[in-house]
């Protein structure tokens, strides 16, 4: 266009030139005749040019398929939050060793990435023998956990088998240049019910991850003494096995040393080295003629494998000291490092167990002083119960190195991520112990409370996960004892996916002191990248709104497809995914984050004029409403296109002509779908219907407040005299399977982290002006109380914490024990919000 003339119009003009006659034309030139031979070149010249062009655009189109898919495996180009060596001998002496297998019952480890491994293993001798190793619910143990554990110097673990109670206790002496020294002490005493005369094999073994060397020491045929080592990270070392007291005069030695494939292959590798043996007179102590048979270590003979295939190289050196007695007993093992030269004594006997009080003792008037829960009344046995939800979270805390493996649009297999290491809290010994990301913000909250230097190393370390577009893996499976523990179909992290970025929340509670400036100074990039990538991968096709990626796509295997991403998987969605829905509880957690955006961006000094636009957007409650407030439902809600009219049903598949009948397929539960689906508001009531009011996206004098504050205090939607539930009572998808092998899961138990936030809001809101106070405090005191009165009774009657609770009997339900989020019961108990 050109001072108003469109290009349309002259062209229009000239072709009515051209028809009337009028338009000048040239006279054309005289030509002379092209040769035969020219014309061929210039076909052949211009062959050669169009297929230099097809050829640079081929190369080009895989040049940006190759760089995306590139870029997908790049880490973020900023400094690193915590330099590779931060974690070192060096620079971390106090925190190089420590309980960092959260996945065994009792395990240690350097914070490095190929640390020699310790670990304890236990046998039973009475009846069918039972090893026991890594955590497991089908172990039947009648509780398991932490009693003690201060993250840093010692802990103190009570495990109760079938007959028996063990007590594992461990403490740190630092020196050296390697971390120190450390010792363990392990007592077994029978229980009352038990027959007299048990015998348990207690196994103690150390263990190399792909470098290092370990010399057994032993004194006779079977009794191993010690062991020496050296490794990159350790340099020289001794592992000592003292004599152990008790066991009435009946004690056996075994021992094994071998080589495996890796370290998760320790438990096989022992289950297939035991075999018959036989206590004697002048080796128990008994009797002459008193032999007892138990199962001891022998040799380790790998399984056959099957023809052609190459046996895999050993990986791992692994020695194990067992030793056979009759209970009550007990055993310590001690770690000396050679760099240690000014060892004062063993740490053994008389002064652990001087060293074990004196961490005791500061644990517990430290937590008195931080928590102070005496002073709100609590009896000593439920400040013990707090003591250990804390302990458990802290003694949870694992180390981790390795790869991801991924997928992108841009990469046709699965890829590893570049290796890394993770020092992370876990969800649960038994069932989830490896890093998530979204529950690791929770974690934060109650282990920032405690010892804030901890909270920022595992948030710098998840940091330091992102890659050069700000993507975080949501589920870190890093080392091949963390994959084993894993089914396949959740292995793959795909980069398109997101987390609720709960580590602002932690963020938020950080920024309350200074401790953590120089971190969070390198962390300030990270962070802008973190939050400009969710803005453009998970935004809705309105402006100001976010949808979750990654919902399962499957129109026929799924009552309401799953978006796993969003933490709250099975939550009921709009029943027909698609680009035109908007996720009201992503829409807050952005909320969230541009504040805390802003808020680091003050501190650090840096321009957050950007977030704090972002954050007057997302919380106007009145775009709020525009985009999410349903009337029908009377709460916020997801919009999309939806369906309530679902449903499963068994189909059997009809058999062809002449097919025989016995190959059809068995008959298969899939969804049904009665009524259309159309774009409006997801009829769900529930956590996400309260996501504006937990993240205090709402104003407290908003209109709605009051509406939502009814929809939790009835007791036919979401109150229980247990907690809040997570799906309405009169929800279409209350308590309903979303497949055959798909249980309810976030459609009506209680989960403890949204009642913590619950509880919070009603707190926080009840500190403010607004028309509703006197009722917000009177359902803060009442959800607060139900909320503790049935975690500490579930405690007390079953010996855990759990991943979720029923709602209708308050029982503890899923996994066991849960003692991630679920241990945020202590900041409800302290009132810390």
Partial sequence: RKAGISCTGGIMARERRRHTGTEHRPLPLPRKATPPERDWTRVLLVALVSCAIGVSAFAYSGYMRWSLALRVLTLHPSPRVWPPNSSSSALSPNMFWGSYRPQLYFGMKTRSPHSVVTGLM?????????????????????????????????????????????????????????????SWRIRASPQASSSPGQILSLMFYVATDGQGTLTPHVAGRRHLTHVTGESEELGPFTLRFLTAEGGDGHVSYNYLSTTCPGLHTLTDVVRTSLRDHFTHPTESGGSRGNKRRYFGLDSYHPPPLPPGTPAPPPHTQLVVHQLTLQLPFQAEVLFES????????????????????????????????????????????????????????????????????????????????????????????SFFPRGFLWDEGFHLLLIGRWNPSLAWQSLGHWLDLMNADGWIPREQILGSEARSKVPDEFVIQKSENANPPTLFLALRQLLANTEGDEALRRAWPRLQTWYDWYNSTQAGLLPHTYRWRGRDQDPLRFLNPKTLTSGLDDYPRASHPSEEERHVDLRCWMALASQVMADIAERLEEDGGRYRHDHNILTDNALLDHHHWSERLGAYADYGNHTQNTALEWVRPRAAPGQDPRSVPPPQLIRVVRKPPR??????????????????????????????????????????????????????????????????YWRGPIWINMNYLTVRALYLYSQMEGPHRDRLVSLYRELRQN?????Y????????????????????????PFTGWSSLLVLIMAEEY
């Fill in 793 to 816: 009774r579930q405690y007390k009657n079953t010996g855990f914490l759990w991943e979720q609770y029923n709602d209708q009997t308050g029982q503890g339900q899923g996994c066991f």
């Fill in 338 to 429: 050679g760099s240690f030269q000014q060892r004062p004594g063993q740490l053994s006997g008389v002064s652990l167990g001087t060293e074990l009080d004196r961490h005791k003792t500061n644990m517990e008037n430290r937590f008195q002083s931080i928590f102070r829960l005496e002073e709100k009344g609590f009896t000593p046995d439920q400040v013990a119960f707090a003591q250990a939800a804390l302990s458990n979270m802290l003694g949870g805390m694992g180390y981790f190195y390795g790869s991801s493996v991924v997928k992108s649009p841009h990469n046709a297999e699965p890829v590893l991520y570049p290796a890394a290491p993770l020092y992370t809290a876990v969800p649960s010994r």
């Fill in 679 to 744: 774009l409006q508001y997801v009829g769900a009531l529930g956590y996400v219907s309260l996501f504006p009011f937990l993240l205090q996206v709402l104003d407290p004098s908003a209109p709605h407040l009051g509406r939502l504050l009814d929809l939790i205090r009835d007791a036919d939607k979401l109150w229980t005299p247990y907690g809040i539930r997570s799906l309405s009572k009169g929800s279409p998808l209350y308590l309903q399977r979303n497949t055959e092998h798909d249980a309810p």
């Fill in 787 to 791: 909320l503790l009165a049935n975690l």
């Fill in 122 to 182: 236990w046998l039973s001798q009475a009846g069918a023998p039972s090893l026991r190793h890594t955590c497991e619910q089908g172990d039947g143990l009648a509780r398991y956990g932490w009693l003690l554990h201060d993250g840093e110097n010692f802990g103190v673990q009570e495990i109760t088998d079938r007959g028996f109670t063990l007590r594992t206790e461990f403490v740190k002496r630092p020196g050296g240049d390697h971390g120190g020294d450390w």
